[in-house]
């Protein structure tokens, strides 16, 4: 015992005494950003150590300092007779740059590149109007490739609709994506028929122009796809059921039908624009709320104008041409009668 005592007085007169490492002035390093910690403890002590060093006593734990929790004084969430862990307050940390976000197809879609795709589509159109005028149209690959493309455009659109009514609302991100690259698609659509020879009427070639747009400004931007999909809902069935048609499935009932599916998703897509309008006008909203919806309305508007006009064109020329039948007819009728005599 002796020998104990006399070793722990030379070592004490020998060796200078060490301090502890968080009561020494900067011992700390430099503050940690406060987006960088990941125990709120240590940016606790480390960041207020060189304004208020704390004093631990020399019976604390390695655990304790890091967690900045003082023996000696009470803690209130411990209780003093069951003696469970303490609780801490999670004080969530503030929004930081490396955070992952979800992807913008936004990011990509802008009015820019949007009139640029609007640019390439007039001019392959003309392009395509153009050799088809100075060539000829074509006879066996354009008819054919229309109808392939047309069955499956079809079943396309068909899966499109399933996912944009089973599709949850609040991840519906995808179904809108698909659906306004849905109308991209269409481009070649129009691109076959014109290099068949075919003539594009004013309703065929202004919807294929203006429809990107439609979804652009009414459906991919989260802030104004409220209601689309009722309209997209529709517009997936009636595309599904009329490019089936173009691809050969000619049944009696199915263009009798498509005429007023046509019409029937136009009107659907109005009245949900025109509900949502007046929603958000009842609750106080202002003219950049209901922009979006208003110039969606419109353009729809424009569509089902544009489609009564081409059904009412279609019925003059079919009558036109039962007048000839019946002419032809009688004239036919009377030169056999006349050999008869």
């Known amino acids: 015992m002796r020998r104990a005592a006399a070793l722990a007085g030379w070592a004490g007169s020998v060796l200078p005494p060490v301090a502890h490492p968080l009561k020494a002035?900067?011992?700390c390093p430099e503050p940690i950003p406060q987006e960088w910690t990941i125990i709120p403890g240590i940016w606790h002590s480390c960041a207020h150590a060189s304004r208020s060093p704390p004093t631990w006593p020399h019976e604390s734990s390695p655990l304790q300092?890091?967690?900045?929790?003082n023996p000696n004084q009470p803690n209130p969430n411990r209780s003093l007779t069951n003696h469970q862990p303490a609780k801490f307050v999670h004080t969530p940390f503030p929004p930081s740059s490396t955070q992952e976000t979800p992807p913008s197809t936004m990011s990509f879609?802008?009015?820019?590149?949007m009139a640029l795709q609007s640019l390439l589509y007039l001019t392959l159109w003309q392009t395509t109007t153009h050799l088809v005028q100075r060539h000829g149209p074509s006879t066996t690959i354009a008819p054919l490739f229309t109808k392939l493309n047309s069955r499956l455009y079809s079943l396309l659109s068909l899966l499109l609709f399933l996912l944009i009514i089973l599709?949850?609302?609040q991840h519906?991100?995808?179904?809108r994506t698909l659906f306004h690259l849905s109308k991209f698609y269409e481009y070649i659509d129009l691109l076959g028929v014109a290099a068949a020879g075919s003539t594009i009427d004013l309703h065929f070639g202004f919807h294929h122009l203006t429809t990107p747009w439609l979804t652009f400004v009414r459906v991919l931007s989260a802030e104004g796809c409220e209601g689309w999909r009722w309209f997209g809902a529709a517009n997936t069935a009636h595309h599904g059921l009329m490019y089936a048609y173009f691809g050969g499935w000619q049944a009696p009932w199915v263009r009798e039908v498509l005429l007023w599916t046509g019409q029937v998703q136009l009107g659907i897509g109005m009245v949900a624009d025109g509900w949502v309008v007046g929603k958000k006008l009842g609750d106080g909203g202002g003219i950049g709320e209901v922009w979006r919806?208003?110039?969606s309305g419109a353009l729809l508007g424009v569509y089902w104008v544009l489609q009564r006009r081409e059904m009412r064109l279609r019925a003059e020329d079919?009558?036109?041409k039962q007048v000839k039948g019946k002419a032809a007819r009688k004239a036919s009728a009377k030169v056999i009668g006349h050999g008869w005599a």
């Open 318 to 320: 079919v009558g036109k």
């Open 167 to 169: 599709s949850p609302s």
């Open 25 to 27: 002035a900067g011992a």
């Open 65 to 69: 300092r890091m967690s900045g929790i």
């Open 293 to 295: 919806f208003l110039v």
């Open 109 to 113: 879609f802008t009015p820019t590149t």
């Open 172 to 175: 519906d991100s995808l179904a």
